[in-house]
Each structure stands twice: as C-alpha cells, then as structure tokens.
C-alpha cells in the first residue's frame, strides 16, 4: 500500500513540473489577444467637437451668405436696374428723362456663350436724359420688346477715377477681377466677363464694360449687357453674320 501511494505522489510530481495544464484549450496556449478598446467616456469630445483635418474642407461659416461670391445691385443705386432690366420698353422709360436724339434697330442680337454667336430678333436702341443728375446720357438696348442692356455715359464725381468707383456710381458691386485692355490708343477698358461679374438680373445673366479717356468721369461709360445662354428657340434663329443696321447699338463690341 505505502509503495502504491509513492508512485501515485512520484506521477503527480512529474505532471506538475512537465505536462501541460489539464483543461486549457488551443486558444489558451496561443498569444492573448489585444484588449477590445476601451469605451470613450461619456464626457469625451466627439468626431463633430474636434477640427477637421487637413485633409478635410473646413466646414463653411454659419453666417457666410449663400451668396456671398455673386455680384449685386447696391441698395442705393441710382437706378433700378432690377425694375428695368427685363421689363418692357415703357416701364424702363418710366425711370428715365425725355428722349435724346435717334435711336436705331436691327434684325439680330448678339451673345458670347463665350464665342459670339448672332441670332434673329428685333433689336432696337435709344439714348435718354438721365432725371437722376448722375449721368449725361443712358441708352436702353432692346430684344423682342424686353429691355435686354443699360448703357451709362458721362459719370458724374470729383473723385479719382477708378472702374471699381465707376461701378459703385452705377450701383454694382462685382466679385471677379476685371480683363484690362485699350481698344484705341486714348481708350481704357476693364471687363468683366459672366463668370468674373456673376451677375444675375431678373434670373439672367449679365457681363460689365467700364471704359474711360483720360481718367476723367465725363468720359467714362459703363455698359451692362445681357449676355444669358441661348434658349433653343434662339439657336434655332442664329445667324452668320449680323443683319445690316444703320448705327450700330451700345452693347454689340466684342469682349477681348
């Protein structure tokens, strides 16, 4: 009995120092696995509390206007363009002085959408007194009866001529950075084009000229031109030349 109770304790020693541990599985032999990660506080910032990468756009202001990078009309501009432009001859005349000589017409008008393109319409031109005392002279451009262009000639100041001020007098504000030219020798002109003016009248759109003699005022005018992208109806009209007219309109040049 005592030598079978030796050998029993003898085996045990032996297990205990050499076999592996009794119960444990293949997973519990292997490398423990990382811990799951801890749960974030409760008073942690989150994703939406901590700044974007850089990688990533910061988000836009709260208060940013939606159409902060558009042009505009001032508040307190002269005239209003948004009442005229787009209405019929007899509403824009009714913000306008007495009629100043001979108008004209002719039987196309023209876009830059951005290659010029003539189309048929009925076009018609005429300069007006300015009842306002800010100008010499305005000439309204018409299409299929709808004013279409404004025209302001011989600006008013005792400033520094600028064409930024020259915006200001006809009451526009622009975002883009004009194109500088010199279509003659005497003759400055900055225009903006639609997607520097990104100006929108009435839902259309429209480019800037400002053109200048000499840095004076009474030499300077600013013209305001429709310059929408044609609607089917009037590709289905245009034209490869223009028709013939006898005077030639206030909006017609061809931008740089």
Not at 14 to 22: D, K, M, N
Not at 84 to 89: K, R, T, Y
Not at 130 to 147: C, P, R, S, V
Request: proline share 9%; net charge negative.
């Amino acid at each position: 009995m005592r030598g079978t109770m030796k050998r029993v304790l003898l085996l045990s020693a032996v297990c205990l120092a050499g076999c592996p541990e009794v119960g444990r599985g293949p997973a519990e032999n292997s490398p423990p696995a990382k811990a799951d990660p801890a749960p974030a506080k409760a008073d942690s910032p989150t994703q939406a509390d901590t700044p974007p990468s850089k990688a990533d756009p910061a988000p836009a202001k709260a208060d940013a206007p939606a159409d902060a990078s558009l042009g505009s009309v001032l508040e307190d501009a002269p005239l209003p363009l948004a009442s005229m432009l787009g209405a019929d001859p007899k509403t824009a005349e009714s913000h306008l002085g007495p009629v100043q000589g001979k108008g004209g017409q002719r039987k196309s008008c023209v876009r830059f959408v951005p290659d010029r393109a003539f189309f048929e319409c009925a076009h018609a031109w005429q300069r007006y007194a300015d009842k306002t005392g800010h100008f010499e002279t305005i000439e309204m451009l018409y299409e299929d009866g709808q004013a279409a262009s404004i025209v302001f000639e011989g600006l008013r100041g005792d400033d520094a001529f600028s064409p930024e001020a020259a915006l200001q007098k006809v009451g526009l504000k622009l975002p883009g950075k004009p194109t500088e030219s010199a279509p003659t020798e005497e003759v400055k002109r900055w225009s903006w084009f639609n997607s520097e003016a990104r100006l929108l009248i009435g839902g259309r759109q429209y480019r800037v000229e400002v053109s200048n003699i000499g840095g004076d005022w009474d030499k300077t005018r600013v013209d305001v031109i429709l310059n929408d992208p044609l609607t089917d109806a009037q590709k289905a009209k245009i034209l490869a030349t223009p028709a013939a007219d006898g005077n030639g309109g206030g909006a017609e040049g061809s931008p740089e």
